[in-house]
């Protein structure tokens, strides 16, 4: 079997890379990283904690961004060192060694381009996930669980910090659903494709009579808000309840009653938070949750309003978006991309990278064909 041409992949590397390179618009990007390190060395830049947390992240952000970009330009260029001395030499082990190389960078070129993809006015911001089990019973309340450790362990593989801010177990097995947040740069753009009703088929381990069973859960992703997003909440418009926090099968884990619960009168959202001993502290994280939540909220009815002066235009992506099949043959498949895999195994354990990738790309696709 022949083996790449050399010159035409890294030829076309280089050229993607040029693009990406112009829509991430590099130089003011060290510009912003030039005026952000200006502030992060004047001395009294932790007098304002909130301000010097955004700005600290901030400029680790881009400079993370700019490292990332040249090192891949380095790597493609160590590239092409390889195939010249491998191809004067007739060295076998080198050229297979650049072929192997050549496959990795062009994975790297791809996850890279599809963070140009991510311009949305939130697609920066981190990720705040709430899952929440549908029809099936207790399948459906194990599916919630399954579909939690997934994202869980998605995170941890890239090394994203994960807070848990509310837990609802099932009686019998399960969850009734959970609020987490993942904390990394443009994570709400990356999940928010992972919105919608997820299905999964399989044999249920809580039938007795071993029948296959469908059973459903809902995934709903918002930005995590920041100190300048102006969501304003009257106090007369929140009830405030306080609860003990409660662990699986109902059975008490605190003594005292730290977990609350907030109520939006208004639009009748409702969250929770029990991660914290401290019941100020659950209140607090729980109003981080809410305003999110309305944020998201209102922004939909905006797009809503949009849509509708604009004519016909598909606004949402369906009530079911991906399937889950374990039996009787093995498949995850997602219903808008095409995008599969035959390891549903793998999936749950994280492996999410190429379903994300994929419905960024679709939902970019779709925005255009919109707007067109």
Request: aromatic share 6%; proline share 3%; hydrophobic share 40%.
């Amino acid at each position: 079997m022949a083996g790449p041409d050399y010159d035409v992949e890294i030829k076309q590397l280089l050229a993607t890379m040029k693009t990406i390179g112009q829509v991430l618009d590099l130089d003011k990007m060290r510009s912003e990283i030039a005026e952000l390190g200006e502030q992060v060395a004047a001395p009294d830049l932790w007098d304002d904690q909130a301000n010097a947390t955004r700005v600290t992240g901030r400029l680790s952000d881009l400079q993370g961004q700019v490292d990332r970009f040249a090192a891949l330009e380095s790597r493609i260029e160590d590239l092409g060192v390889l195939v010249e001395l491998g191809t004067e030499e007739g060295d076998a082990d080198s050229l297979a060694e650049a072929e192997r190389d050549l496959a990795k960078i062009k994975t790297s070129v791809e996850s890279l381009e599809v963070r140009t993809l991510l311009s949305g006015e939130y697609d920066a911001r981190e990720a705040l996930v709430t899952i929440r089990s549908g029809a099936g019973g207790v399948d459906a309340a194990d599916f919630a669980e399954m579909l939690m450790r997934m994202y869980v362990r998605w995170a941890e593989q890239h090394k994203y910090p994960v807070e848990v801010f509310d837990t609802s177990y099932a009686e019998e097995a399960g969850l009734k659903s959970a609020t987490f947040a993942i904390h990394a740069p443009y994570a709400y753009g990356t999940l928010s494709v992972e919105a919608g009703t997820h299905r999964l088929v399989r044999i249920s381990p809580f039938d007795n009579q071993g029948r296959r069973q469908t059973s459903f859960a809902a995934v709903e992703v918002v930005p995590v808000l920041e100190q300048t997003d102006e969501i304003d909440i009257p106090d007369e418009d929140i009830r405030t309840d306080v609860y003990r926090s409660g662990g699986p099968g109902g059975q008490s884990v605190n003594t005292t009653d730290s977990a609350v619960r907030l109520t939006h009168i208004p639009t009748g959202t409702v969250v929770s938070c029990q991660n914290e001993k401290s019941q100020l502290q659950n209140k607090a994280s729980a109003m981080v949750v809410l305003k999110a939540k309305l944020l998201a909220l209102k922004k939909a009815e905006e797009k809503a309003h949009l849509d509708g002066l604009r004519g016909d235009v598909q606004a949402s992506w369906g009530d079911q978006m991906r399937n889950y099949v374990l039996n009787p043959y093995q498949i995850v498949k997602d219903l808008r991309t095409s995008y599969e895999s035959s390891n549903p195994s793998a999936v749950f354990d994280g492996d999410l990278d190429g379903f994300l990738e994929a419905g960024i790309r679709w939902r970019r696709g779709t925005e255009n064909a919109a707007a067109n």
